[in-house]
């Protein structure tokens, strides 16, 4: 497979995970309590759009077009966004879970751009490789203001007392099984790293 048609398959999927996110941005917003935080999501919101705006110029660029691929990594992480939404969590240590979804939502774009501006820059195409630039820049600014909003909502997080703990849901107790099943899983290939450590 050419160079190239990566390069269109992970611009596919950044442009499927850019247009989930204007799907679940304003509900992280709603969801939050915190001013910053909602003024964050919101202000993302907007530049999610423009980077969906950026990317079509991208496909025009390539002559090829956007849609095809659906980005199954996105899904899950705003998969886990609906879960931090959903946890009975209160004050800041629900704002932490939104944080965590928020974070990670952010990373794994910052990964897509970087994989993209990689190859564009081997293939020889500059005006492509700016206009992910534009997009990379504002996904490490929005990772950057989440963090720094982030900070004090962590401390008193930080503060607040332990609640009881509640029955767990059935979502939670299977997402405990397959947590204990990814540990039994690895468990045979970390057994030598463990010895060395």
């Given at each position: 497979?050419?160079?190239?048609?990566?390069?269109?398959?992970?611009?596919?999927?950044?442009?499927?995970?850019?247009?989930?996110?204007?799907?679940?941005?304003?509900k992280?917003?709603?969801?939050?309590?915190?001013?910053?935080?909602?003024?964050i999501?919101?202000?993302?919101?907007?530049?999610?759009k423009?980077?969906?705006?950026?990317?079509?110029?991208?496909?025009?660029?390539?002559?090829?077009?956007?849609?095809?691929?659906?980005?199954?990594?996105?899904?899950?992480?705003?998969?886990?966004?609906?879960?931090?939404?959903?946890?009975?969590?209160?004050?800041?240590?629900?704002?932490?879970?939104?944080?965590?979804?928020?974070?990670?939502?952010?990373?794994y774009?910052?990964?897509?751009?970087?994989?993209?501006?990689?190859?564009?820059?081997?293939?020889?195409?500059?005006?492509?490789?700016?206009?992910?630039?534009?997009?990379?820049?504002?996904e490490?600014?929005?990772?950057?203001?989440?963090?720094?909003?982030?900070?004090?909502?962590?401390?008193?997080?930080?503060?607040?007392?332990?609640?009881?703990?509640?029955?767990?849901?059935?979502?939670e107790?299977?997402?405990?099984?397959?947590?204990?099943?990814?540990?039994?899983?690895?468990?045979?290939?970390?057994?030598?790293?463990?010895?060395?450590?």
């Open positions: 497979m050419a160079l190239k048609t990566v390069l269109i398959d992970e611009l596919r999927d950044m442009y499927s995970a850019e247009n989930q996110l204007i799907k679940a941005l304003p992280l917003a709603k969801g939050s309590k915190n001013p910053k935080l909602k003024a999501f919101t202000a993302h919101l907007a530049e999610t423009g980077q969906v705006e950026r990317l079509k110029k991208v496909f025009a660029e390539l002559g090829e077009k956007p849609t095809g691929q659906h980005c199954s990594g996105m899904e899950g992480v705003i998969e886990e966004g609906k879960d931090a939404l959903e946890k009975d969590e209160e004050g800041s240590s629900f704002e932490a879970g939104l944080i965590g979804a928020a974070l990670r939502t952010e990373h774009e910052v990964a897509g751009y970087e994989a993209c501006i990689s190859m564009a820059t081997a293939l020889e195409l500059p005006k492509i490789v700016k206009l992910l630039n534009s997009n990379l820049k504002e490490l600014a929005a990772a950057k203001k989440i963090t720094a909003a982030g900070a004090p909502i962590m401390k008193m997080s930080a503060r607040e007392p332990e609640a009881l703990k509640e029955p767990k849901s059935s979502k107790k299977y997402s405990a099984k397959k947590s204990r099943e990814d540990e039994a899983k690895a468990a045979p290939d970390l057994a030598s790293v463990s010895a060395k450590i």
